[in-house]
């Protein structure tokens, strides 16, 4: 790209007609993060907008009872929609669009770490909201709910192909989410400014860097799983047909085992917006910097064991529900720690009501309401009554609404100034503030009501049972309150980016590096970055006579580690979610044997013999780095072919073994063996694959003369990548080969 | 008007629910007011004024930080001990055989009494003051069994049985229905609970084992004719009726006595029943019940058996 312009540049080159043809191309090539992070979020507001209607049209059905208005498989559509919508092309694109913007300047970073990969990541989310929209064109949308609860969504109860296209976007969307969350790390480890130490993080960056590993443990589930059910539903797999003796139950442990973590990596982004804005509003530091990075941490680790808190109701044994609601009555502990720092910021501050700290108070005040009614779904038996019913509909719209959604609003006013270099309308920010207020809480307290008086979810109509009629008809009510509010927020944002008032480099006398630079910041961000010694940089110079203590040791020279190799590791990490969530499925299902073939069919000394082909491979890789940190491009070479060709030795016995197997007549749809036995070791052939084109790639350049001994970092790095695939092998030809001839 | 409401426990079971419900209500509104509340006290008390200096820059505090992350597990170490006694009153282990066994189908549920043999759909009988044991299953998909003012809620899982047990102190109509989005029509997938004193239940159940029949009449006799020679023999079964023995759809042996048809949405009248057989598909679209196309004198014979069949 040449050159790179900012917002405002870009604000007046748009009214000059010659020159808005170049422009939209430099958006849409953009590897910028500023550029990127406003792209999430007007994709993520557009998509608000069409979830929103969504939402209007579910709440117009339901306003009054036995209604007609909509055919019921439409409605069934609609929530499947919101609910997809919402959470994958809403929440996670605003929360990542913010991180996005704000991270890499809170850091002192010019730009992510890889920023190609950003563009790449944020290039999902449209491809991957246009592929969940296309199944409309294709024969309906998906119509199973947005967990998608097997059986229902497979082929026997759900033949069109909207299912297939809510799991392939999801899982574009995934890949995306996760090239994110790789970066994210990356850029937080290796690119922080000189005095920037970790202990030094705002808290905004802090959380979000916790929050990427969520990303990275949890989405690689959801991918395995959205996997499963393709090839259930493509290839006539049985994962999760009861009948033919997969597992409805295996399904909702996967999807949950990735959901419940969701709820957090939607919910961290607003903890950290919320931990920014709220001292800088009551003009004081956050109380208990430690603890509420600790307990950040600590909801990282929780929130990847409490899935079964969903499944209460699917009859899972009583040790099984035990442990789920101990550890999910835990997590309410660092939750809470969290809530109490906040009002404790408060307290003896002097609080300035702006827009972003309303939004704020709100925040804490509903967000407190959700966690209480989210502990009463850890006290299982409340669970067994208010599970699926309005109740829990009211609880999760208080966590994704009442907190992530009015967090986010006042995250962007309070950062719309940097961004664009002009003040939101306080004024249009306060209607928008108390009609989101009025709005959002007509249309869910009642909901809880609703739900203690038996009403379940996704059902497109009711009878008229006594209170049912009024209380639909107010919690549609508020609905009118939100769609207002949205539409003076819109109003606002485009209004205010043409003449609102100019923001200057700090408009709330804040304390993060974000305001040290010019609003918009300058391409590559910073001209120069103001000494770092403590976790308010700018309190620091403002305050000369009263600075913040120094944290930690401030010493100057600190070399970073390289990013290439965090991000490879951090993908690997990703990766070994993926094939963890394979082997676990495969051993699952290897636990309850059943007739037909079985691991008996495998030749086990033939696979030893292409296994060792695979492990040499690994050391023929480590000759080539040897051979080219030194320099010798013969000998990098030479070791670098080997490896290829010990690769793909290793490929074609694998074509070979299936070949075999197909010709005795087992193929993926034999039964529960064939079906696990393919997807393991297939997935681990099409990584091999991968690594081999990544291979060959590497030797054409080395081949070409590109042989710079400053190449080693990404050499490296594909090293990693391929030692892991082989490391991957070592775990499928234990489990898959050898456990079963020493049962 | 019967109603299910949750707040409103009619069995030991429901009530060990609702008193655990009683106890966190308390523990919860007092966290709800205190943090509230100084929420609201800092809101009004360091509101901010002009011209006033940046406050004292107070970063923590070490031993409120403890206090407050140790006082939030000793509630939460009091709620797991609530818990778990109440998950044992409300949710004892299964009996050896079950006394019920509730199987949920798109978009219906049958009824099986293993003791007596008597099959019925979507109207379920119980005798008062006696727990029955309820073993729950799925034909397809998953659905769920909530009637909330008698017990919890449970997964119908396909090939997974889960089990509840099912009480009612006081004879009544309990009302409930699947909570487990099942597919087009899960919203008219309802659940009727009739609680009858003991003697009054073990008459219903002698009555259920009766083979079905209709009153005799010229219109009855084609009916039935018609029954057995249209499709609807494929699905449901009428004991009784040679060859009518597959229960893909309710069992009909005496669904003239029961209070609803296609499972909740409308009530069980003859005229409603003549609209149903005329066309299933505008009632409740997306049920497994396909339309017909009987001509009137058709609806009106076949309307004329299926309603006699008490």
């Known amino acids: 790209m040449n050159g790179t312009t900012t917002i405002a540049e870009f604000r007046d080159a748009i009214l000059d007609p010659a020159k808005r ?285 409490v899935w079964g808190h969903h499944m209460f109701t699917v009859g899972m044994g009583r040790p099984l529900d035990v442990f789920f609601a101990i550890s999910s009555m835990l997590i ?87 961004m664009s270099g002009r003040m939101l309308s306080e004024t249009l920010g306060k209607w928008t503030f108390w009609l989101m207020v009025a709005g959002f809480n007509m249309t869910f307290i009642i909901q809880h009501f609703l739900g203690l008086l038996g009403m379940p979810r996704r059902v497109f109509t009711y009878p008229d049972l006594p209170h049912w009629g009024w209380m639909n008809m107010l919690s549609t009510t508020g609905v009118f309150f939100m769609s207002a509010a949205a539409l003076i927020l819109v109003w606002n944002l485009a209004t205010s980016f043409f003449r609102g008032k100019v923001a200057g480099d700090n408009p709330w006398n804040a304390w993060t590096l974000e305001w040290a630079t010019t609003s918009p910041p300058p391409h590559e961000n910073f001209i120069a970055l103001p000494p770092i010694r403590s976790r308010r940089p700018l309190w620091d110079i403002a305050n000369p006579d009263r600075p913040d203590p120094i944290v930690g040791e401030n010493s100057a020279a600190v070399t970073l580690p390289d990013h290439n190799k965090v991000g490879i590791l951090t993908f690997i990490l990703s990766e070994a979610g993926f094939f963890g969530t394979l082997l676990l499925a495969y051993l699952y299902f290897y636990a309850r044997p059943e007739a037909g073939p079985g691991p008996k069919e495998l030749d086990v000394p033939r696979t030893l013999v292409f296994s060792i082909c695979l492990f040499a491979s690994s050391f023929t890789f480590w000759r080539s780095e040897v051979g080219l940190t030194k320099q010798r491009r013969g000998s990098m070479l030479g070791w670098l072919a080997l490896t290829i060709l010990l690769g793909g030795v290793f490929l074609v016995g694998q074509v070979n073994e299936y070949w075999k197997l197909f010709q005795t007549g087992v193929d993926l749809s034999t039964n529960m063996f064939s079906t696990t036995f393919f997807t393991l070791t297939g997935f681990h052939g099409l990584h091999v694959l991968l690594g081999l084109i990544a291979l060959l790639i590497f030797l054409w350049v080395a081949w070409e003369g590109d042989f710079a001994s400053g190449r080693g970092s990404a050499f490296k790095a594909a090293g990693y990548y391929w030692h892991f695939v082989d490391v991957v092998w070592v775990f499928v030809l234990l489990t898959v080969y050898i456990l079963p001839l020493i049962r | 008007m019967h109603t299910s409401n949750a707040l409103d426990p009619q069995s030991p079971l429901a009530r060990a629910i609702y008193d655990l419900g009683i106890v966190s209500g308390v523990v919860f509104a007092l966290i709800f007011i205190i943090v509230t509340g100084a929420i609201i006290y800092a809101i009004f008390r360091f509101r901010a004024r002009e011209g006033e200096p940046d406050p004292k820059q107070i970063a923590g505090n070490r031993k409120v930080e403890i206090a407050w992350t140790v006082i939030p597990f000793l509630i939460v170490v009091f709620l797991l001990v609530m818990t778990l006694g109440a998950m044992n009153r409300a949710d004892p282990p299964p009996a050896p055989s079950p006394d019920l066994v509730v199987t949920g189908h798109q978009f219906w549920w049958q009824a099986d009494y293993p003791g007596s ?126 060859g009518a023995d597959l229960r893909v759809a309710p069992d009909l042996t005496h669904v003239a006595s029961r209070k609803q048809l296609a499972a909740g949405i409308i009530e069980n009248t003859p005229a409603n029943m003549r609209l149903w057989l005329k066309n299933p598909q505008h009632i409740k679209p997306g049920a497994l019940m396909p339309d017909f196309e009987f001509t009137d004198e058709q609806l009106d014979q076949l309307t004329e058996y299926l309603s006699t069949l008490r």
Not at chain 2, 139 to 165: C, S, Y
Request: overall charge positive; charged content about 10%.
């Open chain 1, 332 to 418: 309410a502990i660092p939750t809470g720690v969290k809530v109490l720092n906040w009002t404790a910021t408060m307290l003896g501050g002097r609080i300035r009501f702006d827009v972003p700290m309303l939004f704020c108070i709100a925040f804490l005040i509903q967000f407190l309401v959700a966690g209480i009614t989210g502990i009463s779904h850890a006290v299982v038996p409340l669970d067994w009554q208010t599970k699926n019913s309005y109740f829990l509909i009211a609880h999760f719209h208080f966590v994704a609404v009442g907190a992530i959604v009015f967090a986010v609003l006042g995250g962007i006013q309070y950062w719309f100034p940097k």
């Open chain 1, 21 to 305: 043809a170049h422009y939209r191309l430099a958006w849409i090539s953009t590897v910028d993060h500023k550029r990127i992070a406003v792209l999430y979020m007007l994709t993520a507001l557009f998509f608000f907008v069409v979830g929103g209607v969504e939402a209007l049209f579910i709440r117009l059905q339901l306003a009054v009872p036995n209604n007609h208005f909509l055919h019921p498989d439409t409605f069934n559509q609609l929530f499947t929609m919101h609910g997809t919508t919402m959470i994958f092309l809403v929440v996670m694109p605003v929360v990542f669009g913010l991180a996005n913007y704000v991270l890499p300047l809170q850091i002192g970073a010019r730009d992510m770490a890889f920023p190609r990969l950003n563009a790449f990541g944020f290039w999902c989310v449209p491809f991957g909201g246009i592929l969940l929209h296309f199944s409309v064109l294709a024969g309906g949308a998906p119509a199973v709910g947005w967990f998608s609860y097997a059986p229902l969504s497979e082929t026997p109860y759900s033949s069109s192909p909207g299912a297939d296209y809510w799991a392939v976007a999801l899982f574009v969307l995934g890949i995306g989410s996760i090239s994110f969350a790789i970066n994210t790390i990356a850029t937080v480890i290796s690119l922080r400014g000189p005095g920037m130490t970790m202990r030094r993080l705002p808290l905004f960056t802090w959380i979000n860097f916790v929050n990427a590993f969520i990303v990275i443990f949890a989405l690689p589930v959801l991918n395995a799983g959205l996997a499963m059910l393709l090839i259930d539903r493509q290839l006539q797999g049985h994962f999760f047909l009861p009948f033919r003796g997969g597992s409805p139950v295996l399904w909702q442990h996967i999807f949950w085992a990735f959901g419940h973590p969701e709820v957090y990596i939607m919910a961290l982004p607003a903890f950290a917006i919320v931990s920014e804005i709220i001292p800088v509003f009551s003009r004081k530091p956050i109380f208990g910097y430690e603890f509420v990075a600790a307990s950040s941490v600590a909801i990282a680790v929780l929130s990847l064991g």
């Open chain 2, 117 to 242: 043999g008597v099959i019925t759909a979507n109207e379920i009988h119980i005798p008062t003051g006696k727990p029955l044991s309820v073993r729950l299953e799925s034909k397809d998909v998953l659905h769920e069994f909530w009637v909330p003012k008698l017990t919890r809620k449970m997964t119908n899982v396909p090939g997974q049985p889960n089990h509840i047990w099912l009480q009612a102190d006081k004879p009544g109509i309990y009302i409930g229905q699947c909570s487990e989005f099942c597919g087009t029509q899960h919203a008219w997938m309802r659940i009727v609970v009739v609680a009858d004193e003991p003697s009054k239940f073990e008459e219903w159940q002698r009555a259920q084992l009766l083979p079905g029949q209709a009153a005799a009449s010229d219109a009855t006799a084609k009916g039935l004719a018609l029954f057995q020679t249209s499709t609807c023999i494929n699905c449901h079964a009428i004991r009784g009726v040679a």
